[in-house]
């Protein structure tokens, strides 16, 4: 029972338009909703969260939208950079700060 | 450099060997959690500590797993009999409890072949 799905594994934009990462999770407990990007052999480095009682969360390129009825969480990056190539996986957080992960969608912005 | 560490980087072992990670957190942060990242997956949970007191362990972590943090500080992930199912990447995280956008900081993480 997946509680965090990516159900996109990749992504494939041109440089300077946005990259949309979508994300939907199952359960209406959650408090906290958070990005992280992942470069090859290097830990995850956290992007950008929202809180549950926000819809929008904006951080210079980065924008997170949560839509609570659809359980749906996405990213835009606006304008997309090659060097936003990377993993991104979407997470949820409870109360005590424990993470689930969705399995992360590729993305590669091309020159 | 005041990250995480994790140490060792890499560890080939052979099945039913036992083999122990080591995970330095951010020294000011109270919370430990450590993950499992298999290949296309994202990372799972394993256990978290506040302080020295593991206070959740996950199913994933079988009695042939066990952490502990001893003093507050440095945690350490062991596992022993070690089977093939086991490769993976492990990998530590740290917070402060409290923080509101509770994002946790990751080290590079240690990646186990159980050959």
């Known amino acids: 029972d997946q509680q965090v799905k990516q159900n996109s594994p990749s992504l494939s934009v041109q440089e300077g338009r946005i990259s949309i990462l979508n994300c939907d999770y199952t359960n209406s407990m959650f408090d906290y909703f958070l990005w992280y990007k992942k470069y090859p052999a290097e830990g995850p480095t956290f992007l950008i969260s929202?809180?549950?009682?926000?819809d929008k969360n904006e951080d210079g390129r980065f924008t997170v939208f949560l839509n609570k009825s659809a359980k749906h969480l996405s990213l835009h990056i606006v304008p997309s950079q090659p060097g936003d190539s990377a993993v991104y996986f979407c997470?949820?957080?409870?109360?005590?700060?424990?993470?689930?992960f969705g399995d992360g969608t590729t993305l590669t912005v091309k020159p | 450099d005041t990250g995480v560490s994790q140490d060792p980087r890499h560890k080939i072992t052979k099945r039913g060997q036992n083999v122990t990670f080591r995970c330095d957190p951010i020294?000011?942060?109270?919370?430990l959690y450590w993950y499992r990242q298999t290949l296309g997956q994202g990372p799972e949970f394993l256990t978290y500590?506040?302080?020295?007191?593991?206070?959740?362990k996950s199913r994933l972590l079988s009695d042939r797993f066990s952490a502990e943090r001893p003093k507050g500080s440095f945690s350490t992930l062991e596992i022993q009999r070690t089977e093939q199912g086991d490769s993976a990447m492990y990998l530590c995280a740290s917070r402060i409890s409290g923080r509101e956008n509770n994002e946790q900081f990751f080290g590079p993480g240690t990646r186990l072949t159980v050959l």
């Open positions: 020294s000011e942060h109270n919370r």
């Open positions: 997470a949820v957080n409870t109360n005590a700060g424990k993470s689930t």
């Open positions: 500590f506040q302080n020295e007191a593991q206070l959740e």
């Open positions: 929202i809180s549950s009682i926000k």
